[in-house]
């Protein structure tokens, strides 16, 4: 899953690559000075980031993030125990886990745009019963004050609009002139002002009912479910909520009851295992990171929120040491630079080894699945910027476009192919 953001004035078109551990920012970036980024650079990648942190720390991204290692894993069998592999394919048909979670997923996501103008929204109790009865995203209906317009169902807020508000809030609080379209940006904000008015504009608390909302396996309907906790005690801060949540909510899973913060422990353990599995390795680097997020939630608390209200995220060496240093980061691809989590290895400075295998693994997968209908490589945009820079080792021959597996020259993507022992297999295109 692809989380797009597009900022409306400047046209910029950043992403998350939510099972991938993949984020792109459009923009320049410098990981080792951050006052070397633009305000709207900084702006931007802390809001990628965000998303990065939504799927390490909440128990509905980590699962997701498992669900998605399952189906890779099975991709990559499939390919193994094929000698021909017939392009695009879906060997997962007959798993019926992942395929209820695709459903779920489908069903509670919500709307990502809306052509409506929105003046207003009304929110209906009802239609909230029922999301969490069915399992789908909740029916927001709208006004349109200047057209005289209004509708019962104009949007779906689901899942999209939970993090694309809390990362829009956060967003907001460094740099206020930036410019995201209502759905599903500020979809959240509305419904927070409307339901607590007292408290309306807070993006700090915005941001975090949005993370508690994460909680719950339908978002949308646990965003209501948190404002509901938060209107009985409207003195409560976003420390406070978040500690009360993950530590006070029971929840039912297979039958046992328990708090949010064993659930989100019990996936977090379970992902760790799943990345092993899929790479066919030991995981350290990001072993390290979902032990630093087992220990904050295990003690009740946020990394990211105690530092909106303990810190000042707007300080870029704030936000380095107390977040990317605690949470790591994933790959990022900006617009003059690529990063990767490095390690030092017999003295020297390498990039961790299940970066690059995880990555080979995002751009096989694209390929192998022909994701949204495209058999160019997933790295060719940055590797035909990157052949031209100084000291560069790619190499972008006419496989790219479309025979990737055809290739000698060594990239990611057939070095990945070697790993996964899939490179010398016969690849054909479905007629």
Request: proline share 2%; with cysteine.
């Amino acid at each position: 899953m692809e989380i797009f953001d597009y900022e409306v004035l400047s046209g910029k078109c950043s992403k998350y690559d939510t099972n991938h551990l993949h984020m792109y920012v459009d923009d320049d970036i410098d990981l080792e000075n951050f006052e070397n980024m633009s305000l709207s650079a900084y702006a931007t990648f802390v809001h990628e980031y965000v998303h990065y942190i939504q799927h390490i720390t909440s128990s509905y991204g980590i699962r997701m993030s498992d669900m998605h290692n399952r189906l890779f894993l099975n991709c990559l069998n499939h390919a193994r125990n094929h000698q021909t592999i017939v392009i695009p394919f879906n060997p997962c048909e007959s798993d019926n886990n992942i395929n209820a979670f695709a459903t779920h997923f489908n069903n509670i996501k919500g709307d990502k745009n809306c052509s409506f103008n929105i003046s207003d929204i009304e929110i209906d109790n009802r239609e909230i019963a029922t999301s969490k009865d069915n399992k789908t995203a909740v029916w927001i209906g709208c006004y349109d004050f200047e057209n005289e317009k209004a509708d019962e169902h104009v949007f779906r807020f689901g899942y999209q609009c939970v993090i694309e508000g809390m990362a829009h809030s956060i967003q907001s609080l460094i740099n206020e002139d930036v410019h995201h379209s209502t759905v599903p940006y500020h979809a959240a904000e509305l419904i927070f002002n409307k339901t607590i008015p007292e408290k309306a504009g807070d993006m700090r608390l915005i941001a975090t009912v949005c993370l508690c909302a994460l909680l719950w396996d339908n978002p949308g309907v646990g965003f209501f479910e948190v404002l509901s906790f938060l209107s009985k005690d409207t003195n409560c801060d976003g420390k406070k909520l978040y500690r009360s949540i993950i530590r006070d909510y029971a929840v039912l899973y297979k039958g046992q009851s328990m708090p949010f913060y064993r659930l989100v422990n019990r996936f977090s353990e379970d992902l760790k295992g799943s990345f092993e599995a899929l790479m066919g390795s030991e995981l350290k680097y990001y072993n390290r990171v979902i032990d630093n997020c087992i220990q904050d939630c295990g003690e009740c608390h946020h990394r990211l929120i105690d530092v909106l209200y303990d810190d000042d995220i707007c300080i870029r060496e704030v936000f380095k040491e107390k977040l990317l240093a605690h949470y790591g980061y994933p790959l990022i691809d900006g617009k003059n630079q690529s990063a990767l989590p490095m390690n030092i290895v017999n003295g020297k400075i390498v990039p961790y080894k299940e970066s690059a295998i995880l990555h080979g693994v995002e751009l096989i997968i694209a390929r192998l699945l022909q994701l949204g209908n495209k058999k160019e490589c997933k790295r060719l945009p940055q590797c035909s910027i990157g052949m031209y820079r100084e000291g560069a080792t790619c190499e972008v021959t006419e496989d790219c476009l479309s025979s990737q597996w055809k290739k000698q020259e060594s990239c990611v993507f057939t070095e990945a192919m070697r790993y996964y022992e899939i490179k010398d297999k016969k690849y054909q295109e479905k007629k």
